[in-house]
């Protein structure tokens, strides 16, 4: 199991919610944070690797809650 970190991102690009998790793959880490998308923008992050960034516009609507 790898740590990741799941950030939402207000307007400003600043982080106003983090979510720590432990899941088996950068794969699995990206689904997570695709399932927690709610208007804003957020970013995937295991260390210092940013894995992904995940925009609401860039998802099918319904993805977005």
Do not use: K
């Amino acid at each position: 199991m790898t740590d990741y970190r799941i950030y939402t991102l207000d307007s400003a690009e600043h982080i106003v919610r983090g979510v720590e998790l432990q899941l088996s793959d950068d794969e699995e880490a990206v689904a997570a944070a695709r399932q927690l998308v709610a208007g804003s923008p957020l970013e995937v992050w295991s260390g210092a690797r940013r894995v992904a960034r995940i925009d609401p516009a860039d998802l099918p609507s319904a993805h977005v809650r």
